[in-house]
């Protein structure tokens, strides 16, 4: 397992994300994960599964400080008191004493973030989350977040694959020292049928997905949190640490994106 570092906190590169995983099949898959290897878990308010969650990591023959666990607080409760109301019944679900990130979901339109932060940061102090963060913020949102916030913004977790454009992101978070998350790094299963990665993959014997989790690792600062539901698909996701791409393979891998906005262009007749 590769790992980013901020501050001599080290999180591990490749992460189980839980979002649509509900019920027993969600605590069955968690537990199958830790089980495997899997110390990166990553849920949230919104995907209503927590107590499953974190079922499986009490259940789990694997230390609480060995896993790093992150949840989110959805965009309907980001105000100073929402958020430690929500945080609180988070902690109650999972029926843990901290997480180790609590992130912001989603910007939002009408709750300066200052507000949200300044109840994220009480809640570090007291002890209830190790490291706080957001998610789904621009380059420009993240900034503003890191100059009104007490506690330094830990990461900010976007959609990233080799289909989606976030060098600005990932450039900004470097400089930063911010780590970027990557969910939907398997871009909803469409990387299984990329020939570029295929062909890649071949000279390895890995799979397409394998390459692209592969890539996105292979940056500096970017974590991986991909959702996968049967073991099969849990171990190959984690199977990535004992190949590394070229630069020119890793080039290869960044210009799916170009190449897709071309061919929409084309498609469009722009």
């Keep these: 397992m590769d790992y980013v570092t901020i501050d001599d906190v080290s999180v591990p590169a490749l992460g189980l994300g839980t979002y649509q995983l509900r019920g027993q099949a969600c605590r069955n898959t968690v537990s199958e994960a830790l089980e495997i290897g899997y110390r990166h878990i990553d849920t949230a308010e919104y995907y209503n599964n927590q107590r499953e969650v974190g079922d499986a990591i009490t259940d ?71 490291h706080i ?17 007490e506690v330094p913004i830990f990461t900010d977790q976007v959609k990233y694959h080799p289909f989606t454009g976030q060098a600005d992101l990932v450039n900004f978070c470097i400089e930063s020292k911010v780590m970027l998350t990557a969910y939907s790094p398997l871009a909803k299963g469409k990387v299984v049928d990329d020939e570029t990665l295929a062909a890649i993959g071949d000279r390895y014997g890995k799979s397409a997905s394998q390459v692209a989790l592969r890539w996105l690792v292979q940056q500096e600062m970017v974590t991986a949190i991909p959702k996968a539901s049967s073991r099969e698909h849990l171990q190959q996701n984690i199977d990535i640490f004992d190949f590394e ?22 498609q469009l007749g722009l």
């Design 60 to 130: 789990a023959d694997v230390a609480r400080d060995e896993i790093f666990l992150t949840t989110k607080v959805w965009r309907s409760n980001l105000q100073y008191d929402q958020v430690l109301q929500s945080a609180h019944e988070s902690l109650d679900k999972l029926g843990l004493e901290y997480v180790d990130l609590l992130l912001i979901h989603w910007p939002s339109r009408t709750v300066p973030v200052e507000k949200t932060l300044d109840a994220m940061t009480q809640l570090h102090d007291d002890g209830k989350v190790q």
């Design 245 to 266: 791409l070229t630069g020119e393979e890793m080039e290869r891998v960044f210009e799916l994106h170009g190449g897709l906005l071309t061919k929409l262009r084309q």
């Design 133 to 149: 963060g957001v998610s789904n913020f621009s380059a420009s949102q993240l900034q503003e977040a890191r100059q009104v916030s």
